[in-house]
Structures are given as C-alpha cells and as structure tokens.
C-alpha cells in the first residue's frame, strides 16, 4: 500500500531538509535555496537547466532526487471553464487535478481567476455512496512531493498559455484540497505539503487561500485546528440529520454530527474564518424541505457557508441530481434565513471533472 519510489521526490524537500541532505555531503548549505528558485521560481525542467550549479552537483541530483514525479499523461480541456489534468506518477497511478477558471467582468479568459483542486490518495477509504473516487477503495496515500507536483504541473501549463503567469509566482489564485482522496486520512503529507507550497523558498502560496475539504474526521479536524498555517475548511456535509448522512457517508457512523459540528466550532474559534459546509443535491436522497430546514440550522449555529453543488452523475451509480426548480427551492430555504448560499451549476459536466470520475473512465478505457 505504501509507495517508496527509488530516489527521493525533490518536491517533497524542505529548505532544511535539502540542506541537511547538501551538508551530508559537504556542500555549502546557499545551494539548497539555489535549487529550490530552480524549481519553484524558475520552474526548471532538468538538472541540466540548473545553470549556475556545478556540473558535479547536478550529477549527485540526478542520482539522487526524482525532480518532477508526477507526468502529465491527458490534457482535457472542456467547452466551459474547467480544465482536467491527468497526471502518472511513478509505480504507475493516476491521480487527478483540475483547473477551475472563474472569468472576470471586463477581463478575458487569461484574466480569469483560477482555483486549482488538488488529490491527495489514489483512491479513497471513505466509501461515500455517491462518489466515483471510493468506488475501488483505497490504492494508497499520495507522498507529499506528489501532492506538490501537481501544483508545478499546473504552473508549466499555465506558464506557457497565459501571459501573466511568468510574472507571478504560483499563476494561480485558490487552492482546493478537494481531488481524489480524504485528505485528513493523510494528514503528515498533507501538511508537509502545504508547507512546501506556502513557504517563500517554495510557491510561496498564502494559506489563506487553500481549502482544505473533508469528509468529517474529527479528531484530525481538531489537530487542524492547532496548526500554525491558517488555512480555510470546508467540510462534506451531504447530510443534515444522521439518519441521511449515515446512509450516504459511512464516516458518520464514527463521527456523528453531535462529534463533527463541535470540533468544527473549535476550528472556526481558533481561525475566525467562515468555513464552507458542502452540500450535493441529490434527487430524494438528501433534497428534502426536512434536510433544507436542518441544515439551516446547521449553518446559522457555525455562521457557515452553504455551497450547494447539484449531483454530478457518475457510470455505474444510481443517483441523479434534482430538478433545477427543486435546487432552487432548497436554496431559498436557506436565503430566507440569511444563510450565505452558493448553488453552484457545476462545472466540469462534461469532462467527468467530479471527484474521481475521468480516473476512473481512463483506468476502464487502459484495462
Ligand atoms: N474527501 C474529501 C475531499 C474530496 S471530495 C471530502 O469528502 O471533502 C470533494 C467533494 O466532491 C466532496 O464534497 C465530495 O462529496 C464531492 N463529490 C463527490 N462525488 C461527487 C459527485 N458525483 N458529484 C458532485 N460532487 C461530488
């Protein structure tokens, strides 16, 4: 289950531990931050464009570090706004990471703002119900350098499409922890990660603006919540009593809502964020007046957001979403009570851009 890749991933390297690895060697320790602006500032794609280290050095780096782990396979790109990333690493897995771009007014599509959604497993224990990710289980957790190569695979393709991208450190605006996996089931390389992605030796990417969502493991929400990094959380909720929610996630059945919703109210004390509450919509499942009203009540007691996404249907499920009228008025239950609301007419349909979903098709298609 557990991948050990014959080099080390450079894009799982600190600054200090790239240093310690260069001392062990003998080398002067200001080569570490000379090797990290090569690949995060200027997104080098061999050792040998590494030009003001020695020769020698190079060779010990290609001996032993793996620079990029993770190789861009498929390069979907849908007739809306989301884009779809299919990414190898090396034992062979595919994982996912999506580009959302939200166009602003006045500005074309280059200006537009992009939100990047990242995976953090291949695969996933979690056996949500209605989501393609879990339908094969777990294969195993991501390393941290996978999960940050996914970013520098974002920011190549970026960098050669939009102008403004060169000129900026990440060309990028949100992350989304929200791809295949529960990222709290692999919390250490979750945070090495994030680390790397926020630190100035790195992306130098503000915390603020990474999400991390998850499916409700409590007492890594609470270690969350004690983390230096402040980044925001959105939790599934896709239930707003137990009885729905334990019937679509098995998760509830460990961390009942009378668990979860106070280990999110500690989070929101100790980072004064609002967090976001997701809700898919799917047809008599969990779109009843009855789940509307609950999870008012759920949203007013934690100040939350509400994102509401409608059902995206995935090959071999039975579920669907409801009619737009139906979504309406479970989101206007919520209007009506000053819930702050997003009813979010998903983007991706048509690329299978839901959690899991083109992974999934390309593993069927290769088989
Ligand atoms: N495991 C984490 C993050 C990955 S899932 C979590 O549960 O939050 C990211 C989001 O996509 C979750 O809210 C998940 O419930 C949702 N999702 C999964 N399958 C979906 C589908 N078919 N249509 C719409 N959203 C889906």
């Given at each position: 289950m557990k991948f050990t890749p014959q080099k080390a991933l450079l894009t799982g390297e600190t600054l200090d531990s790239l240093k310690a690895r260069l001392e062990e060697r003998k080398e002067p320790t200001f080569r570490a931050k000379q090797i990290l602006d090569w690949v995060y500032k200027k997104r080098a794609r061999s050792w040998d464009a590494m030009t003001n280290l020695?020769?020698?050095?190079?060779?010990?780096?290609?001996?032993?570090?793996?620079?990029?782990?993770?190789?861009?396979?498929?390069?979907?790109?849908?007739?809306?706004?989301?884009?779809?990333?299919?990414?190898?690493?090396g034992d062979n897995s595919l994982i996912e990471t999506v580009v959302i771009r939200v166009p602003q007014e006045g500005v074309g599509i280059e200006g537009a703002r992009k939100t990047i959604c990242i995976s953090t497993q291949v695969g996933c224990a979690m056996a949500c119900?209605?989501?393609?990710?879990?339908?094969?289980?777990?294969?195993?957790?991501?390393?941290?350098?996978?999960?940050?190569?996914?970013?520098?695979?974002?920011?190549?393709?970026?960098?050669?499409?939009?102008?403004?991208?060169?000129?900026?450190?990440?060309?990028?605006?949100?992350?989304?922890?929200?791809?295949?996996?529960?990222?709290?089931?692999?919390?250490d390389a979750l945070i090495q990660a994030l680390t790397i992605v926020n630190a100035p030796w790195g992306l130098g990417f503000g915390a603020r603006r990474i999400t991390i969502s998850t499916s409700g493991l409590v007492p890594k929400i609470l270690k969350l919540a004690e983390e230096n990094l402040s980044f925001r959380l959105a939790i599934s909720l896709h239930g707003a009593t137990?009885?729905?929610?334990?019937?679509?996630?098995?998760?509830?059945?460990?961390?009942?809502?009378?668990?979860?919703?106070p280990a999110v109210r500690?989070?929101?004390?100790?980072?004064?964020?609002?967090?976001?509450?997701?809700?898919?919509?799917?047809?008599?499942?969990?779109?009843?007046?009855?789940?509307?009203?609950?999870?008012?009540?759920?949203?007013?007691?934690?100040?939350?957001?509400?994102?509401?996404?409608?059902?995206?249907?995935?090959?071999?499920?039975?579920?669907?979403?409801?009619?737009?009228?139906?979504?309406?008025?479970f989101a206007n239950i919520l209007r009506d009570a000053d819930v702050s609301v997003t009813l979010r007419r998903e983007k991706g349909h048509d690329i299978d851009a839901a959690c899991g979903q083109l992974r999934l098709k390309t593993e069927k298609t290769l088989a």
């Open positions: 020695p020769k020698e050095l190079r060779t010990w780096l290609d001996e032993t570090f793996v620079l990029m782990p993770a190789e861009l396979v498929l390069n979907k790109e849908s007739s809306d706004v989301t884009d779809k990333l299919l990414l190898k690493l119900a209605f989501c393609a990710s879990g339908l094969e289980g777990l294969k195993r957790d991501l390393l941290a350098g996978e999960i940050v190569a996914q970013l520098l695979q974002v920011c190549y393709r970026e960098d050669a499409r939009t102008p403004r991208a060169k000129e900026e450190l990440a060309s990028f605006d949100n992350i989304v922890v929200m791809g295949m996996g529960e990222p709290l089931a692999n919390y137990n009885e729905i929610r334990s019937k679509i996630m098995p998760v509830n059945k460990a961390y009942p809502l009378e668990k979860l919703i500690v989070f929101n004390e100790r980072h004064g964020r609002m967090i976001t509450l997701e809700f898919i919509l799917i047809e008599d499942i969990n779109d009843s007046q009855d789940q509307a009203f609950a999870l008012r009540d759920i949203a007013l007691d934690l100040h939350a957001h509400v994102n509401l996404i409608p059902y995206n249907t995935v090959e071999g499920l039975p579920w669907k979403r409801p009619s737009i009228e139906r979504q309406d008025d």
